[in-house]
């Protein structure tokens, strides 16, 4: 069975550092892809960055960067720079080449603080 | 660009009513997915479809049924609605490509009274 894990159900960071929102899986499957999604408070699910299993290396977008350790199963999302605006859900989520479902954590809570 | 479309986006519901949460989408994608997000959770995946006339069980089915009759539409129907069915509900779709991420709708809050 596939499994998310995200175990920090809450954070908070300072306005302007870096923060690190940790999640890991259990997949026996060789082949899969890694997102995260964040959902404001006004609850639509965004989309920030995705990290395929065969990529040697980690995923950047803008201030979302993932670190992805394949050995470890995990794909924490890092986020430098924190704005106010970044407070939200995070959501990390595994997606199966084989079967295109998509699997996703528990949501780890951000708060950014001014 | 509509995106992924989702109807209605609020609904209350008597226990043992019945109804169809409606989804289409215009960005010609083969896949096509509902999720329900509990308070303070994550989303757990209720039924999928992979195509028009193909359709799968996620995580949690029981108590819904799916139709995908065109690629656009992928309808959710809740048959005698209880208290545990109150959540969101997502509709989402993607291309199927690996690097392909999920487009969400705007979420249906449903709550069985």
């Known amino acids: 069975a596939q499994k998310i894990t995200q175990t920090q159900p809450g954070m908070f960071v300072q306005e302007k550092e870096a923060v690190t929102l940790d999640c890991t899986y259990d997949?026996?499957?060789?082949?899969?892809?890694l997102f995260w999604y964040k959902q404001p408070s006004s609850g639509e699910m965004i989309f920030l960055i995705y990290q395929g299993s065969y990529d040697e290396q980690n995923a950047t977008e803008g201030r979302y960067s993932l670190n992805f350790q394949k050995a470890r199963k995990s794909a924490n999302l890092v986020i430098s720079a924190s704005q106010l605006g970044d407070s939200a859900m995070y959501f990390c989520a595994m997606s199966l080449y084989n079967f295109n479902k998509f699997y996703f954590g528990s949501g780890t809570k951000l708060n950014v603080k001014p | 660009n509509a995106g992924v479309t989702q109807t209605p986006k609020f609904r209350i519901l008597k226990i043992g009513q019945s109804m169809t949460l409606q989804c289409t989408q215009d960005?010609?994608?083969?896949?096509m997915y509902w999720y329900r997000q509990d308070p303070g959770m994550g989303l757990k995946l209720i039924y999928y479809?992979?195509?028009?006339?193909?359709?799968d069980k996620g995580e949690v089915p029981n108590g819904y049924n799916v139709s995908r009759s065109t690629t656009e539409d992928f309808p959710l129907r809740l048959e005698l609605a209880a208290p545990s069915q109150t959540s969101v509900y997502f509709c989402?779709?993607?291309?199927?490509?690996?690097?392909?991420?999920?487009?969400f709708g705007e979420g249906s809050r449903l709550t069985v009274l």
């Open positions: 997949t026996s499957d060789q082949s899969y892809g």
């Open positions: 960005m010609n994608h083969n896949y």
């Open positions: 989402a779709s993607s291309t199927g490509r690996r690097t392909g991420e999920l487009f």
């Open positions: 479809s992979v195509g028009a006339g193909i359709t």
